[in-house]
């Protein structure tokens, strides 16, 4: 099983937004350490938020690390014109050569006020420019300087982005931790409608989960009250930090609180592996897609390195 490390980038007490970025290119090198397959970072925007600009943090964590693949799941295309992802890509991939992917979405990314900022008015609908995405890696015009394309992936949470992947040949992701649970009918309806192209023979899946898993069953508890504690308006501009949580104690938002079926998989290592075994079972996918909440940085290590021992490499 190929695995992703895939880091939303969140932001933590004292941290703050620039400690989030640096502890995401730190991320990337204990990934690779770790022998994950690939690293991947979310785009989000707004005062909250730690990453909204993926494409430098992809940078940052490719120069930093030498074999893994780095990307993004996803860059939002509906901000942006396709043009300038592509060229974005292009020069990245000429920088790490066989190692980018360009993940591909339509999630809002923020709250309203700053969405509504980021468009901009007579733009293509989604899938045009998807279209015209694919059409600038692959034309080999004057456009874009010579270089092989980035790896492609369509991101999304439902049937529309599965028959858009499956329509253009592109691998597909589905988030699963967007929904509470299993989804199979949508990656089904993925591989039904797969057309074989330039980016791949064959449907390619890889399935994003979240997972809270510690040695500690107390600190399990702690993780999955971030969770709730992410959810609630409490108007915090960072989530708590690893000490807060402590002091917390019993006042802590109840673990059950916005965890319920697969949106979060927690636990001590063994249930975890149950449950991801189980996801396993009723996707057979190509890959999965591995993200945390997790103020500790060397905890969310430890969660990866866990997640890793669930499935050896080779």
Not at 52 to 80: F, K, N, Q
Not at 104 to 123: H, I, N, Q, S, Y
Not at 219 to 233: F, G
Not at 247 to 271: F, I, M, R
Request: glycine share 10%; net charge neutral; proline share 9%.
């Amino acid at each position: 099983m190929r695995l992703t490390a895939f880091d939303q980038v969140l932001v933590y007490g004292a941290t703050g937004p620039a400690g989030a970025a640096r502890e995401s290119v730190r991320l990337a090198v204990a990934a690779e350490r770790l022998g994950y397959d690939r690293f991947w970072v979310a785009e989000h925007h707004g005062a909250t938020s730690g990453c909204g600009s993926p494409e430098v943090l992809v940078a940052a964590a490719a120069a930093a690390t030498g074999t893994i693949r780095v990307g993004t799941a996803s860059v939002l295309l509906p901000h942006y014109a396709p043009l300038k992802v592509a060229t974005t890509f292009n020069l990245l991939e000429r920088l790490f050569p066989g190692r980018i992917d360009l993940g591909v979405g339509r999630g809002p990314g923020g709250v309203e006020t700053v969405t509504r900022l980021l468009a901009r008015a007579g733009e293509a609908p989604y899938h045009e420019k998807i279209e015209h995405l694919l059409a600038h890696v692959t034309a080999g015009t004057d456009l874009l300087p010579e270089s092989s394309p980035p790896q492609l992936w369509l991101t999304g949470a439902g049937p529309g982005g599965a028959q858009l992947a499956a329509r253009h040949g592109l691998p597909f992701c589905l988030a699963q931790f967007a929904h509470g649970a299993p989804r199979p009918d949508i990656v089904a309806l993925y591989r039904e409608n797969f057309r074989p192209g330039p980016f791949g023979a064959a449907p390619r899946v890889s399935v994003a989960v979240r997972v809270a898993c510690a040695d500690d069953p107390g600190d399990v508890r702690r993780l999955r009250s971030v969770l709730a504690l992410a959810a609630a308006p409490t108007g915090r501009r960072t989530l708590p930090s690893w000490e807060e949580l402590h002091a917390l104690g019993p006042a802590a938002p109840s673990p059950e609180t916005g965890t319920d079926g697969t949106a979060l998989l927690s636990g001590v290592p063994a249930e975890v592996a149950e449950r991801l075994a189980a996801l396993v079972a009723a996707y057979a996918p190509d890959e999965l897609a591995v993200t945390t909440v997790c103020p500790d940085f060397d905890l969310r290590v430890r969660t990866f390195e866990l997640v890793r021992a669930m499935f050896p490499a080779g």
